[in-house]
């Protein structure tokens, strides 16, 4: 995984800005989450991770505290649905994609467990939030098996990466992410490289 470092497009943060100002200034209260917070911090532990059957593991998530707001839109305050529509609209268009597939939201101690999506292989774009830039995403690299945790920073932070398919064992790309102020991340999978390559261009700032 790498991180993209800002400015990035006027035109992007022109969609993203204002969304999240809006969505801050919600009762978030309203919202349905999904699961419950842990102790220790353990579903994003090694100790965890130790203790998935990797065998059976189908790439989704197996314990979160959240909710991915574009998946569970009818469980969201109706008010939510028309912005988070209009959202998921102007960056397909922004980007030329078919969908903007998470739109995930943790609340103060959310989190999503190990996993690692071999079920939805494909290069992908990570939008995240985070306003005081505390929580974290971590990865298991492919190749040296190190654990690796790339903290958040205050305001967006973008990564890029490949999550590898379950006919690619070498490139099984094990991740989870922690929420210690809350956090919104926008993701992106795409199968072409070529295509994931000209959207990072176009996320970044040219003066």
């Known amino acids: 995984m790498e991180k993209i470092d800002g400015p990035f497009n006027p035109e992007l943060m022109d969609i993203l800005d204002p969304f999240i100002e809006w969505f801050f200034s919600q009762d ?28 059976k593991h189908i790439g989704f998530p197996e314990v979160t505290h959240g909710i991915d707001l574009g998946m569970n839109i009818e469980a969201t305050p109706n008010h939510y649905r028309d912005k988070i529509l209009k959202l998921d609209n102007d960056l397909n268009n922004f980007f030329v994609s078919k969908f903007c597939a998470v739109k995930m939201y943790y609340p103060v101690g959310g989190y999503m467990g190990w ?27 492919p190749k040296t098996k190190e654990i690796v945790t790339m903290e958040d920073e205050p305001g967006w932070t973008v990564k890029v990466g490949y999550y590898g398919s379950f006919k690619e064992p070498d490139k099984i790309y094990w991740h989870c992410a922690r929420a210690y102020d809350e956090r919104i991340t926008l993701g992106f999978v795409i199968p072409d490289e070529e295509f994931w390559k000209m959207m990072i261009d176009d996320l970044k700032y040219v003066q």
Do not use: M, Q, W
């Open 28 to 55: 978030r209260t309203k919202i349905k989450l999904k699961g419950k917070k842990d102790k220790k911090d353990f579903h994003t532990s090694e100790d965890y991770l130790k203790t998935i059957n990797k065998e």
């Open 115 to 141: 996993h690692h999506n071999a079920n939805c292989p494909g290069y992908n774009i990570l939008l995240s939030y985070n306003k005081s830039g505390n929580g974290f995403f971590r990865y298991v690299d």
